[in-house]
């Protein structure tokens, strides 16, 4: 499984990774959480929605290294506002659901998010006057937040922070981690050498997509 550019150059901006495969018409993930048979997205599918959210996040007036949060149990959507983020330059911060409400608006606030993605059952646990994005609003959610025109990836520096996951506070409060574009290429490169993995090869998720590692 190729994680280079287009071009066979690994890509600088973390939330292109998957660039190779677009075009091949294969299946990127299948959603189990969505009925018994699941729900398939194909790379075209979910390139087209990560370059979604990147426009969105734009149209809402976030900048490069705005912060983003999610705060929603495993889905889809929650990897595409990942790699959206990414691509805009902005930075995903995923949310433990297990914290106490006080504590997850404790997070918020010291990310200064600007936005956060919900699902329907995290939905009112942001403090309000945060704006928010529900995965499942019919009205203004998800899918009436993306903009299907194309999006091309803005070069970050390889420093540039892409993701900024917190710690569990088991030793005090939750603290921000910071990693970089160059970092989560470099990784994600290193693991597909290392494990030898395919295009063949399926992984299954169960561990909380939010997990700050």
Request: glycine content about 12%.
């Amino acid at each position: 499984s190729r994680v280079e550019g287009h071009a066979g150059v690994p890509p600088a901006n973390a939330g292109s990774l998957f660039a190779a495969h677009v075009g091949s018409g294969r299946c990127a993930m299948v959603d189990l959480g969505q009925g018994e048979s699941g729900h398939e997205v194909s790379f075209e599918a979910f390139d087209h929605a990560c370059n979604g959210v990147a426009s969105g996040l734009q149209r809402e007036g976030l900048n490069r290294g705005d912060r983003v949060g999610i705060l929603s149990g495993n889905r889809w959507e929650f990897l595409a506002v990942i790699f959206g983020a990414m691509r805009a330059d902005c930075v995903a911060v995923p949310i433990n659901l297990r914290l106490a409400d006080v504590v997850v608006n404790d997070i918020l606030a010291d990310a200064d998010v600007r936005l956060v993605f919900t699902d329907d059952t995290n939905r009112d646990r942001p403090a309000p006057g945060l704006r928010r994005v529900s995965f499942d609003d019919p009205e203004y959610g998800f899918s009436r937040f993306l903009d299907a025109g194309p999006f091309d990836a803005i070069v970050p520096d390889d420093n540039d922070p892409a993701l900024q996951p917190y710690t569990s506070g088991s030793t005090g409060r939750p603290k921000g981690v910071l990693l970089g574009h160059g970092g989560i290429v470099w990784v994600t490169q290193a693991a597909v050498q290392m494990r030898a993995i395919s295009a063949d090869i399926c992984t299954m998720v169960a561990a909380p997509m939010f997990h700050k590692n």
